[in-house]
């Protein structure tokens, strides 16, 4: 097969196999007397392999690790990867389906209906009106339960239920009240500090850890993300916020 032909067989562009090839996820084909990649099948079920697991939410870097693990192993075995692949993607297909038709079935639609149950009662605690901060709070939430899987949901969840414990909910609130407070202010007020140091204190060790974990070390999209809605001030608190959780770990 050509790269066209294998392109089309798989469901991607042919841009998209070249850039694969450049990251090592695809090897490199025999190529013909004229020159030209001289695609087999083994080729196509390893490029199959490596859009559904981008599918299925995997980094490039994970992908990388799964397919490692695959060298060497007969085709059998490979498909029988990808067969499981394509069964997890269905999973997470009719889970969506299913949330889907509950959302439908509400009368009354608002802007975090399509949110699970559980996260939904998560953002019910940060519902502090008239708090911008709260807002994003929520807004970043409702993100994460948009696009993760049903597994990291159930993760993030309960991470954050302690936060709903009686005199937490309280707690929270106060402090979206300081950090709505530092909006106009420098980042060397020394209110920056302190608060800072308060947010790391009210959040569970569970959740510290949880954090820790999926936070790469230059902080990562979401943070960058975060960073980018807050004032200077308000940034700041929220960089040695980060800085004290990981002295934490």
Known sequence: MRIGELAALVGVSTRTVRHY??????PEPARTAGG????RLRDAVLLARVRRLAELGLSLDEIRDVLADDRGRDLREVLLELDSDLARQQELITARRVRLAALLEEGELRADSAVSPDMAAVLRDLDTEGSTFAEMDREMLTLMDTVADPGMRDEIVELMRPLAEPGMRERAHELYRRLDGLADAEPGDP????????LAAHMPDELV???IEHLPPEGGPWLDAMLEELTPAQGEVFRLMVDMLKEQA
């Open 36 to 39: 030209y990649r001289d695609y």
């Open 209 to 211: 850890r949880g954090v």
């Open 191 to 198: 209110r920056v500090r302190e608060l800072a140091a308060d």
């Open 21 to 26: 090839h450049q990251l090592g996820l695809l």
